[in-house]
Nanobody
């Protein structure tokens, strides 16, 4: 298993930015297998962003396209989620997770290892 620790969440005004980090405690695994989900209280868990397995492409939920960017720093075993132009609708607990090759990137059931989550609150 891969241990994942998210950080970088907090309170930000609408229109502001945050960068979330997810540090993986493993040396041998595909960093591009990591993706981001979010969940607000009482709502279904929602896919946010992921890489293709090879890392040559990225995928985003329609609701965050053009505003969020997923990236990876292999040397630091860290995946980032840069969030710009934040909206109140982005308020949620954000989780990073690792999926197996061949599993659909947009399904939570594809991911086996999850971080504890970091809270993002966007105020107006």
């Amino acid at each position: 298993q891969v241990q994942l620790v998210e950080s970088g969440g907090g309170l930000v005004q609408a229109g502001g930015s945050l960068r979330l980090s997810c540090v993986a405690s493993a040396r041998t695994f595909n960093r591009y297998a990591m993706g981001w989900f979010r969940q607000a209280p009482g709502k279904e868990r929602e896919f946010v962003a992921a890489f293709s397995w090879s890392g040559d492409s990225t995928y985003y939920a329609d609701s965050v396209k053009g505003r969020f960017t997923i990236s990876v720093d292999n040397a630091k075993n860290t995946v980032y989620l840069q969030m710009n132009s934040l909206k109140s609708e982005d308020t949620a607990v954000y989780h990073c997770a690792v999926r197996a090759r061949g599993s659909p990137y947009g399904l939570g059931s594809s991911y086996k290892d999850w971080g504890q989550g970091t809270q993002v609150t966007v105020s107006s």
